[in-house]
C-alpha cells in the first residue's frame, strides 16, 4: 500500500491521482479505482476490509474477473471471445444498472454541446424553445430544459468551458456516491429551483450554472464533516462564484437557488434513507414544485 497522501485532494492509496471523493467511513481521499460502493456510501478498500470484507474490491475500469474452470476446452474459449467482443463488454458495464462510469454526467455535457452546436445552423432554435422566459409562463418544461441550452453566439463559449469544465470536475463524485437516480433527482431540482429563482426574480435562465453549484451543494453535504475537504469545497465555491458574477451579478438568483437545492435534495435523501426514502423524494419535489407556481404567477402578474 502506498504511503498517506500529503495533501487532502491525492488518494491516500496512488499520492499521483488527484480525487474529491473521500471515503464515507475514514474520511481519506480516494481515487475512482479505490473506491467502492457500499450501503453505506462510498468507502476505501481497508475500511471494506476492516468492516468484515463482505465488499469484494476491483478496479472500476475493469470487468469481474472469476477463476476460470481448471478443465475447459479451448474450442469453447474462443467461440465466447468471439461473440463477446470487448467493445461491447465495455458498453454493457457502461449502461448497467449501479455501474461506476459518471454516465449521466457525460450525457448532460454532451447535450449542452450538441444543441450549442445545432443552434449555429437553425437560429438558436434550440436556445429559443427551451430557455426559462419570463414570458413563458405555462411552458413548463423550461424551467428544467434551460439546463441544456446557450445562446449559439461566440461569446458563450467561454461560459460553456468554464462551466463544463468544472461541472465535469465535481458531477462524477457526485453521481458515483448518488447513484444514477439520486443524482438525476439532485440535478434536476438545483435546475428548476436555479431556474424558477432567476424568473421570480425578473430574468431569463438558461445553462448550467443553476445545476453546476447543485453539484456542489451536494458534495458540500458528503464533506462536511472533514474540516479540511470543507474548506478546500468552499473555496472552489467561492471560486466559481466570483467567475460566474464576472458574467453578471444578474446570474446570482441562479446560483444560489441551485446551490441550497443541491445541499438541500442531498441531505433530505441522506435523512430519509431506507424505507422512508419516498419522504425525501416528496419533500424535494414539493419545493421544487412550489418554486415553479410562484414563478408562474410571477410572470402573470408582470
Known sequence: ?????????????????TSWTLCQRCGRTICPECQILTPS????????????????????????????????????RRQSSASSSPVAQRFAEMFKPGGETPLLTWGVLGVVVALFVVGFFTSSLPFA???????????????????????????????????????AITAPAVERS????????????????????????????????????????????????????????????????????????????????GLIAGAGATYLMQRYEGRHARTGY???GAVAAGFVVFAVIRSIAF
Not at 453549484?213 to 479540511?228: K, N, R, S, T
Not at 466559481?240 to 446570474?251: D, E, K, Q, T, V
Request: hydrophobic letters at 50%.
Open 1 to 17: 500500500m502506498s504511503g498517506g497522501a500529503t495533501s487532502a485532494d491525492v488518494c491516500y492509496r496512488h499520492p499521483d491521482r
Open 282 to 284: 416528496l419533500i424535494v
Open 178 to 257: 448518488l447513484g444514477r437516480g439520486r443524482f438525476a433527482i439532485v440535478f434536476l431540482a438545483s435546475a428548476v429551483i436555479g431556474n424558477a429563482a432567476m424568473v421570480l426574480a425578473g430574468f431569463a435562465s438558461y445553462g448550467l450554472i443553476p445545476a453546476l453549484f447543485g453539484m456542489f451543494g451536494a458534495y458540500l453535504i458528503f464533506v462536511w464533516q472533514h474540516p479540511q475537504a470543507r474548506a478546500q469545497a468552499l473555496i472552489i465555491i467561492g471560486v466559481n462564484l466570483l467567475i460566474s458574477l464576472a458574467f453578471g451579478a444578474r446570474f446570482l438568483p441562479a446560483l444560489i437557488g
Open 129 to 167: 424553445l427551451l430557455y426559462a422566459d419570463p414570458t413563458g409562463s405555462l411552458q413548463l418544461w423550461r424551467y428544467a430544459t434551460a439546463a441544456f441550452v446557450y445562446p449559439s453566439l461566440p461569446q458563450a463559449i467561454l461560459s460553456i468551458l468554464l462551466n463544463g469544465l468544472f461541472f
Open 41 to 76: 456510501g462510498v468507502r476505501c478498500p481497508d475500511c471494506v476490509r476492516e468492516t468484515g470484507g463482505s465488499v469484494q474490491w476491483q478496479r472500476p475500469d475493469l470487468e469481474v474477473r472469476r477463476p476460470a474452470p481448471k478443465v475447459k476446452p479451448a474450442r469453447v
